[in-house]
């Protein structure tokens, strides 16, 4: 067995994003901060409502997908292809972009505590320009996996597996077999988690505080920042006196060249040519 370590670490960065919602960014940070397949994570977490409530007015996608994670507040999606839901706390929005959307998250409240997650996930040239799709996932459809010591896992997509338990979340069947889980461990409680040998992996703790390794070979993980990992088929997690709560994300690596330009994702400068010229002209998301 091979434990994943701690290879690197890649701060929160605070920044806005939309009309001016101010959030932290540690993935997408800059270009070169990635994990692939994964483009970009942005956390955003406040109880002022002038830190969010301008939202993200309509915007275009193309090329990747975007999954929105609440914990707290509420927002309103809607987009050019005819979908629209709201997302509460608990609830999880996977939007597949590919060949194009124009969508909308707006806050459905105008005070209280605004919490969650954007991720942005790349697609393999063979699928990025394949129709658009969307998902709303409630969070009565996730299922939570009880661990030993008391903490719990919340699976939202791939297997989660431990001793006994094989859970499989509501996102399954993605070329990059993602596997996305919210874990939440008490003070001082240890979890080895098995992860696929072959995928790129990080670990991002948004509250407490987690160290990351065995016996001899313990990284602590600070807070608010992505924790990149080096391959293997597990990793241990061990929580600190405050406790932790952390996201887990894995992905099978593509592979292949990124051009980007803003909320457009290709394989190279002429695509993203294409998908500027498709969004100016009206086509894009249509």
């Not at 994003?17 to 955003?44: H, I, N, Q, Y």
């Amino acid at each position: 067995m091979t434990a994943r370590k701690l290879e690197s670490v890649i701060p929160g960065v605070a920044t806005s994003d939309g009309a001016g919602v101010r959030l932290r960014r540690s993935l997408g940070s800059r270009r070169d901060l990635r994990c692939d397949p994964f483009l970009m994570l942005d956390e955003f977490s406040s109880d002022n409502p002038d830190d969010y409530i301008a939202g993200f007015p309509p915007h275009p996608h193309r090329g990747f997908e975007t999954v929105t994670y609440m914990l707290d507040g509420h927002m309103r999606h809607e987009d050019s292809v005819g979908n629209r839901g709201d997302l509460g706390p608990g609830d999880v929005q996977w939007m597949t972009a590919a060949r194009g959307i124009v969508h909308s998250e707006m806050p459905r409240q105008e005070a209280g505590r605004m919490r969650g997650f954007q991720l942005w996930v790349n697609l393999p040239a063979a699928e990025k320009m394949k129709p658009p799709a969307w998902r709303d996932i409630r969070a009565a459809e996730i299922p939570v996996v009880m661990l030993a010591g008391g903490g719990e896992a919340r699976v939202i997509a791939g297997v989660f597996e431990q001793p006994d338990v094989h859970q499989a979340g509501p996102i399954l069947g993605l070329s990059t077999e993602p596997r996305y889980f919210d874990l939440r461990l008490p003070a001082g409680t240890a979890l080895r988690l098995p992860t696929p040998t072959g995928h790129n992996a990080f670990l991002y703790v948004y509250e407490g505080e987690a160290a990351v390794g065995e016996d001899g070979d313990v990284r602590p993980l600070p807070p608010h920042a992505a924790g990149l990992l080096t391959p293997g088929d597990h990793v241990d997690i061990r929580a600190g006196k405050a406790g932790a709560a952390l996201l887990f994300l894995a992905g099978r690596p593509i592979g292949e060249p990124i051009a980007q330009y803003g909320p457009f994702v290709m394989n190279t400068r002429q695509e993203l040519d294409q998908a500027r010229a498709d969004y100016e002209s009206g086509r894009l998301g249509s």
